[in-house]
T-cell receptor, first 113, second 112 residues
Framework: DSGVTQTPKHLITATGQRVTLRCSPRSGDLSVYWYQQSLDQGLQFLIQYYNGEERAKGNILERFSAQQFPDLHSELNLSSLELGDSALYFC????????????FGQGTRLTVV | GDSVTQMEGPVTLSEEAFLTINCTYTATGYPSLFWYVQYPGEGLQLLLKATKADDKGSNKGFEATYRKETTSFHLEKGSVQVSDSAVYFCALRTGGGNKLTFGTGTQLKVEL
């Protein structure tokens, strides 16, 4: 158990809908990262937050947004969902904003039908 | 930009066979290199890492050496077990950030 908790584990929703994925980092970790794992794109970095502020941005679509709250948990919001958004979404956390090991959660499997 | 290339899978081996999974990278600067493992239904776990040229990372019988001259970080294990069946990801991290760039992953199946 990495100590990173993601909910829900599975999510099935229809095209055009909006969903929210939640991540609780390990105790004491200030950085949260979101990654998308899909069959065609592999594992891609989406976004990083550090202590409530956006730190780095990767291949995140404009339909997607994230935030980190004062208690350090993070949410990834996906809107106007398309079939191609079906993927495994991982959250990871680390102690600092750079140079330290990131611990991954078990992921949320999103299926868009 | 940064990129990681891994050999395609699946790789199927008999128990106690020797394993090599090739990984090469392209990066600006001097990256840190990682191998992550993903067991079925689970998240990614850090298997080993190396932060500078000629460093050897090792864990659970797996080894990988950071080769700057060939920009490679091949994963090896002398004798695989059925329990090693998983997907293995090579990754790199550059600069001062913590963003990881992953390869496409290599599925390993070990049979009795």
């Amino acid at each position: 158990d990495s100590g990173v908790t993601q909910t829900p584990k599975h999510l099935i929703t229809a095209t055009g809908q909006r969903v929210t994925l939640r991540c609780s980092p390990r105790s004491g970790d200030l950085s949260v990262y979101w990654y998308q794992q899909s069959l065609d794109q592999g594992l891609q970095f989406l976004i990083q937050y550090y202590n409530g502020e956006e730190r780095a941005k990767g291949n995140i679509l404009e339909r997607f947004s994230a935030q980190q709250f004062p208690d350090l948990h993070s949410e990834l919001n996906l809107s106007s969902l398309e079939l191609g958004d079906s993927a495994l979404y991982f959250c990871a956390s680390s102690v600092s904003r750079s140079g330290t090991e990131a611990f991954f959660g078990q992921g949320t499997r999103l299926t868009v039908v | 930009g940064d990129s990681v290339t891994q050999m395609e899978g699946p790789v199927t081996l008999s128990e106690e066979a020797f394993l090599t999974i090739n990984c090469t990278y392209t990066a600006t600067g001097y990256p840190s290199l990682f191998w992550y493992v993903q067991y079925p239904g689970e998240g990614l776990q850090l298997l080993l890492k190396a932060t500078k040229a000629d460093d050897k990372g090792s864990n659970k019988g797996f080894e990988a050496t950071y080769r700057k001259e060939t920009t490679s970080f091949h994963l090896e294990k002398g004798s695989v077990q059925v329990s090693d069946s998983a997907v293995y990801f090579c990754a790199l991290r550059t600069g001062g950030g913590n963003k990881l760039t992953f390869g496409t992953g290599t599925q390993l199946k070990v049979e009795l």
